[in-house]
Structures are given as structure tokens and as C-alpha cells.
């Protein structure tokens, strides 16, 4: 039932604990939670990690960043032009999908899941773009306009980057995802659903998931460190704090604007 990814070879042992699980030598990893349209608090927070990164100038420098740049803040066409633009210089980059991406890349195929976006945050996506949101109570053909706009003003850039997230990244002894995993399900079988909406199951489970899940998605007022796994959502777009997740080797810290 074990992964059977990622260098160190997971198993139960590996990660016991949780405490001793760790990144490969040599490498920093710093995972970013929910921007949310929030491009003020994504540039004050990738200034602190350029700060921090500035003292280890020997070490390989990555972000992750965990999905849902889009919807309920103000500037996600802003957010989305930063991130398609690649990492500061001297970093890599993954950036994982987010449920709210999902919604976004379906709304430009089937209008048909536009009221269920619109009502939890895309009128303000559409808004970043230049398009008047419409009410959640709009028509069909209502909506059918909307996407043809939408589809009109989304740069090319905008559409790779969209095209181009990932569902999951594994580094050393962590999974980073966006909502989580379906806890006894290998990585291999899980689908995309739970990586990109999952809840209960997996917040309430205590079981060793082969791996430390690194996950946003699930808001709390701050990170949530359990042995199998870390939560980073602290609902930026609301609460002005926007939290990355350190890690290098065994240690774990946290930076946040
Ligand atoms: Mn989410």
C-alpha cells in the first residue's frame, strides 16, 4: 500500500513519527499556501523568502507552490501573470493545481459549471480580467458570453500555466498536494478529486500516509503540524496572512506575511 516513490523509498518506518522525515541534502524547499488573488501578499512573501534564501547561497532553492491562486482576493489575473513569469532567479518552481484552478479551466469548456464558480469566488477572477461578472442566477447564454470573453482576455501564458499544473510533487520523505490524499489509497491509485478537494477523510485521519502530506486547501488561523502531515492554508485572502513552509533536511519552520 506504500507509494514506492520518492528517493528514500517510503515506508511505514521511514517517516515514524513523522519528526524525522525529511528533504535531500543540499536542497531548501519552501511550500506556499493559498494566494487566492492576493498578488500584495504573494510579492511581500516572495521578498521574505528571497531574504531568507540570501543566507544559504550554497543550497538549492525550490517553491512549491500549493494551488488556489485564483478567486475571492482581488488580483488573480496579477497572481497568475507572477507565477507564469518562473521563480526569482536562483530558485526552481512546481506549481500544483488547486480545486479552484480546476474550476476555472472547466468553466473555459462548459459553462455549464459556471454558477457553482461564480459562488465560490470566481466572480472577482472574472473581474481580474476585465470581464463583468454576472449573478450566479445567469442563463446559459448569459454565461456562454462571459466564457467566450473570458477565454478572449486569458493570455496565452495564463493558459500554459493553467495547462501545465500538477496534481502532486513528492520530495524526500514529503507529499506536497493541494487538499490531500485518500488515506490506505496508493499514490498511484488516487484520482484527482481527492487531490484537489478532499476534507474529512483525510484531515481526520491518523494514519501514516507514507509520506508527510504538505497541504493548503483547509483554512486554519495557523499551520496545522500533525505526524502525517502539514497544513498551510491560513486564508490570506481574508486573514492578510499568507504562509510558506520551510524545509531543509530534517528541520521545519515557517515564514508568513
Ligand atoms: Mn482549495
New binding site residues.
Given amino acids: 500500500m506504500l507509494f514506492g516513490l520518492g528517493r528514500r523509498g517510503w515506508t511505514k518506518d521511514s517517516v515514524a513519527g513523522g519528526a524525522a522525515a525529511a528533504v535531500p541534502r543540499g536542497l531548501r524547499v519552501y511550500a506556499v499556501g493559498?494566494v487566492h488573488g492576493r498578488l500584495d501578499l504573494l510579492d511581500r512573501l516572495l521578498a521574505t523568502v528571497a531574504d531568507d534564501a540570501a543566507s544559504a547561497p550554497e543550497l538549492v532553492k525550490y517553491l512549491v507552490f500549493l494551488?488556489?491562486y485564483v478567486d475571492r482576493g482581488p488580483e488573480s489575473a496579477g497572481v497568475i501573470d507572477r507565477l507564469a513569469a518562473g521563480p526569482p532567479p536562483g530558485f526552481g518552481a512546481v506549481h500544483l493545481k488547486?480545486?479552484?484552478e480546476q474550476a476555472l479551466i472547466q468553466f473555459l469548456d462548459d459553462v455549464s459549471v459556471g454558477p457553482g464558480w461564480l459562488k465560490f469566488g470566481g466572480r472577482e477572477t472574472l473581474a481580474s480580467y476585465g470581464v463583468p461578472p454576472p449573478p450566479a442566477t445567469a442563463p446559459r447564454e448569459v454565461l456562454g458570453v462571459i466564457q467566450r470573453q473570458l477565454s478572449a482576455r486569458l493570455p496565452d501564458t495564463h493558459r500554459r500555466f493553467l495547462a501545465d499544473l500538477r496534481p502532486y510533487v513528492a520530495i524526500g520523505d514529503y507529499l506536497f498536494v493541494?487538499?490531500g490524499i485518500r488515506p490506505g489509497v496508493p499514490l498511484a491509485d488516487q484520482g484527482e478529486r481527492d487531490f484537489?478537494?478532499i476534507r474529512k477523510d483525510f484531515l481526520d485521519s491518523d494514519e501514516d500516509l507514507g509520506a508527510v502530506v504538505v497541504h493548503?486547501?483547509t483554512i486554519r488561523e495557523a499551520p496545522e503540524v500533525r505526524h502525517n502531515r502539514i497544513g498551510i492554508?491560513t486564508g490570506a485572502y481574508a486573514s492578510n496572512r499568507l504562509t510558506c513552509l520551510v524545509l531543509e533536511g530534517t528541520e521545519r519552520r515557517f515564514l508568513s506575511t
Avoid: K, P
Fill in positions: 493559498d494551488g488556489d488547486g480545486n479552484h493541494h487538499a484537489l478537494w493548503g486547501h492554508d
